[in-house]
């Protein structure tokens, strides 16, 4: 059972764009949400992190929006470039045990 | 930096070998973990360890085990590998699980034949 959906499967945009990425969770006891970036032949590597005492995070032009209430959370991404060309996973967890991760999200940005 | 490193890139087995695949971190982490990745199913949890000799199933710990004999070493083993068994396999560790972040090998890509 998937205990974290992530949409969209794949998404393109042009450089410059905000490309958004949603996920949602059911489990309440979830404390822990990151984000994960994977290049083609690269492990996945840990891009932002939010906790559910915040609603949004921002690490240069990457955010992470929260919202507790209805158990969803997105990653947008400023001034998009090609080089963020990637696969971005989500994942939750409560703490001290294992990250459940989203299925993925393909995004390509186009010159 | 820390760094994960995994025995192979690229391997290739046939239906009903038994597989050793490697990891190592050099960071003196306690966690440990195995995941598969499948395209369109994202990264699936197979086994974690959190000690040596310490083991822990995920979600889809069948036709899979285990060994973690030193902190730095992580094996996952095939018993007897299926051609269902094809796929990228990502070892990753934590200082500890919770809200310290994970890292990532490089990943196997197991293809049985």
């Known amino acids: 059972q998937q205990q974290v959906k992530q949409s969209p499967q794949s998404l393109i945009v042009q450089k410059g764009g905000i490309p958004i990425i949603n996920c949602a969770y059911e489990?309440?006891?979830?404390?822990?949400f990151p984000w994960y970036q994977q290049f083609p032949g690269k492990g996945p590597a840990l891009l932002i992190a939010?906790?559910?005492?915040?609603s949004e995070k921002k690490e240069g032009r990457f955010t992470i929006s929260f919202n507790k209430s209805a158990k969803q959370f997105s990653l947008h991404i400023m001034d998009s470039q090609p080089g963020d060309s990637a696969t971005y996973f989500c994942?939750?967890?409560?703490?001290?045990?294992?990250?459940?991760f989203g299925k993925g999200t393909s995004l390509l940005v186009t010159p | 930096d820390v760094k994960v490193t995994q025995s192979s890139r690229y391997l290739v087995k046939r239906t009903g070998e038994k597989v050793f695949l490697e990891c190592v971190q050099d960071m003196d982490h306690e966690n440990m973990f195995w995941y598969r990745q499948d395209p369109g199913l994202g990264l699936r949890l197979i086994y974690f360890?959190?000690?040596?000799?310490?083991?822990e199933k995920g979600d889809i710990p069948e036709g899979y085990s285990v060994s973690r004999e030193k902190k730095e070493r992580f094996s996952l083993i095939l018993e007897s590998a299926s051609t269902n068994q094809t796929s990228m396999y990502l070892c990753a560790s934590s200082i500890t699980t919770g809200f310290y972040e994970q890292y990532f090998g490089p990943g196997t890509r197991l293809t049985v034949t």
């Open positions: 360890s959190y000690d040596v000799k310490m083991k």
């Open positions: 489990n309440t006891a979830f404390d822990y």
């Open positions: 994942a939750a967890s409560r703490s001290g045990y294992a990250l459940n």
């Open positions: 939010i906790r559910p005492d915040v």
